[in-house]
Structures are given as C-alpha cells and as structure tokens.
C-alpha cells in the first residue's frame, strides 16, 4: 500500500492537470496573456528582451562569478540611454514577500541594487519612466514551484510543520558492551546437604520472587525442604538434577535481565566532556534508547578508558549481555532560532531545500544550513520563521517539480 499512495497521487494530479475545468481557467486568463508570460526574445547580452513602442529593456540576472544580480540596458529609438533613466523591478514571490531593485548607471549597463536571492521564483513587475513617459510589463516566472490540491496531498500523506526554534544536541560516540550488576545476580545453594529430589526450572526460565526452584532431602532430618528464587529474573545457571546431592556449591544462578547496563569506553581526549548525569542515545541493531550516565568508573584492568555507566531498560528481555552497543552523549545543547526536521531536507541542484507550502502551493526554499544532529539542523538563512515546510514524504513534491521540468532561465 505504502507504494501505490505516490502512484495514485501521481496519477490524480495528470488527470487534474488536464480536466476540462482547468482548460476553461485557461481560456478564461487568454486575454492576461500579454501581460502574464513571459517574454520569449533575447537581446544580445543573454537578457529577456523587453519591447514596447518606441522604448526597450534587456533585463538580465547576472550570476557568473558574483551573487546573482539584475543588470539592464536600456535603449530608445534604438539608442543606449545612460541617463535620465528610472528602471524599477519589484519581485513578488509565494507568499508575498516584496523585492524591490532600483537601477544606477555603472558604464557599460544598469545595475539593480541587491541580491536577487534563491528562489529565482516570483511574478514580475517592470516598470521604466523615460523622458516622462512610462512603460510597464508584468509576467510570472516560476521555477521549484507546483501545485497540489488539498485532498490529493492529504491521501499521498503530505504533512507539513511550523518552522521556529529548536535544540540542536552535539554528541560524542563512544562504544561498549551490554552487561549486567553484581547485585543482578543471585546463586542460590542447598540450605542443607541432601539428595536433590525435584527440579522444577530449566535453564532460560523466567521465575518470579518465591517460586520453587527444587526441593532437597535433608541427609539428617530426611525432610524435604524447597528452593525458592530469592527474585525476579532469569535462570542463568543450572548445576544440578534429580537424584544428585546438593553440598556447598551453587545450585541456580538466577539473573535479572530487565535492567542491563551499558559500560561504555570514553577515553582520556573525551573524559573532559562527561559527566554524570548527561543523556546518551543508545543505538544497536534494532534497538534504540534515551538513557543518561549514571556513573562514571576506572576501567578494570587499567585499562586506559573511563566506563560510563547507562542503566539500560529490557522489559521484554530481548538484550543480552555482551551485546555491542553505540552511545552518542550529549556534551552540549544548542537553542536556535530557526530549525528543521532533517527528513524534510531534499537535495536539489546544488542546494540542500525544503518546500514551503502556501495553500495548495509548493515550492523550493535553497538553505544555508548550520549544525545538526540526528532529528534538527539549524537553519542560517532562506527560510523565515513561521513558514510552513512539508515533512512527511518530503521527496513526492521533489519529484512532482522535477517532471514538471522547471527551469533555471531568466
């Protein structure tokens, strides 16, 4: 089921795109056409040629070498003007955030005064005052950018959050083993000499605190009297059987294995970053768990480590002693101002990208991104707190854009 979601929606927004309502909407923006495509021509600097009576514009986003920035030239009957010129560009991009360029004369071309930033997404707005007449041309130049009807998204399982503040825990991986305390185990011998008359437990068993483990027959009073687990555990140990005589040695060993520790090695260039008290995420094939240091020890041996001690939670008695275990301790907490989930990062280009969402609109955000660690990552730049990013299957409107064949040209 989890592969015919995408299909279906896949194949829900074909159908969409070409219904008989949305070629009606078409028809009915034909007379907006001149004022809402965009313009075709090139001029001979590589920039849209922008035409109107006796005025024209060739408007250029130059990136080659700088961040990308608007450059123009500005021609009237034919003739480059560099002066007395008012070229004006206002960019409104999804969601409605303004950029505006003003135009200075820099010699060879005019250039706007800022930094046309990523997304190169927006409906455009130009408008020219020359020798006091005004020329004006609007169009929309979209890219990363598609459209999802509200149901199609909700059947694909396309869920968006709330981007703001987050904790960013920077960890230090250490490794050891699982095992278990000394007072986990308890080895339980004959009261008395005797002859050991029942066993009632096999190696593996889960007993609980007062059954009956085995009953002896006392060599001097040749009374029976009963084993009995002293507590809740696993028998571990088994040394005897029916008819054999119980004397000094231990009979059961019986182990509590739902509470295991992980010792885990940090060495001297480590020791300084730990303490007591820190949490740690323990991972292990098919396990994962939040626990924190409990103790710090000498390694035994002398052995050139500290072992730090994580009480481990087994209810189900699925962990053994001797497992390996990874522990990623928390040295440090970073709060942020801006964070997201790191499965809403998608690569794009040459961009780490979430997509916003603004009603059924989606589209590209490239971020410049600071730390992270298994669940956030901070962002340093091109998302704005409060906006909505898609987080679950993330990967659907990445593929969704890619067909569209979006493009990168202005």
């Not at 809402?36 to 109107?52: F, I, N, S, V, Y």
């Not at 004369?105 to 130009?126: I, R």
């Not at 971020?367 to 906006?387: H, K």
Request: aromatic share 8%.
């Amino acid at each position: 089921m989890q592969l015919i979601k995408p299909l279906y929606w896949i194949l829900v927004a074909t159908c969409l795109a070409a219904s008989p309502l949305l070629a009606a909407q078409d028809r009915d923006d034909a007379s907006n056409e001149a004022q809402q495509t965009a313009p075709e021509t090139k001029g001979p600097h590589g920039g849209l040629l922008l035409e109107r009576d006796d005025a024209t514009v060739e408007l250029q986003i130059f990136e080659q070498g700088v961040p990308p920035e608007y450059r123009a030239w500005v021609t009237k009957d034919g003739k480059p003007m560099t002066d007395g010129v008012d070229l004006n560009v206002q960019l409104t991009r999804l969601g409605g955030q303004e950029d505006t360029f003003d135009f200075a004369f820099q010699g060879d071309y005019w250039l706007g005064d800022g930094v046309v930033t990523e997304p190169h997404s927006f409906d455009v707005e130009v408008t020219l005052a020359l020798n006091g007449k005004k020329y004006q041309w609007q169009w929309e130049s979209h890219e990363g950018r598609t459209r999802i009807a509200a149901d199609i998204a909700e059947k694909a399982g396309i869920r968006t959050a709330e981007a703001g503040p987050g904790s960013i825990e920077r960890t230090l991986t250490t490794y050891g083993r699982l095992t278990t305390a000394p007072e986990q185990i308890a080895r339980v011998r004959a009261r008395f000499p005797g002859v050991i008359t029942r066993v009632n437990v096999r190696l593996g068993d889960r007993v609980a605190k007062g059954d009956l483990l085995a009953q002896v027959e006392s060599n001097e009073s040749l009374k029976t009297y009963d084993l009995r687990s002293p507590m809740d555990g696993v028998v571990t140990e088994r040394q005897i059987s029916v008819g054999e005589i119980a004397g000094d040695r231990p009979l059961f060993a019986i182990t509590d294995l739902f509470t295991l520790w992980a010792e885990l090695q940090v060495f001297p260039g480590q020791r300084t970053k730990v303490a007591v008290g820190q949490k740690v995420l323990l991972q292990a094939e098919g396990f994962n768990q939040q626990a924190n240091i409990s103790h710090l020890l000498p390694s035994p041996n002398n052995a050139p480590y500290t072992l730090a001690r994580v009480k481990v939670d087994n209810p189900d008695g699925t962990l053994n002693p001797g497992l390996l275990m990874a522990g990623d301790i928390v040295v440090e907490t970073l709060e942020v101002p801006l964070a997201v989930e790191n499965r809403a990062l998608q690569p794009f280009r040459d961009w780490s990208v979430v997509f916003i969402q603004v009603g059924d609109t989606y589209e590209i955000r490239p971020l410049e991104l600071g730390p992270s660690d298994g669940t956030l990552t901070e962002v340093l730049g091109g998302l704005q707190a409060g906006d909505r990013y898609v987080v679950d299957n993330s990967y659907l409107i990445k593929a969704d854009i890619e067909k569209s064949g979006a493009s990168h040209d202005h």
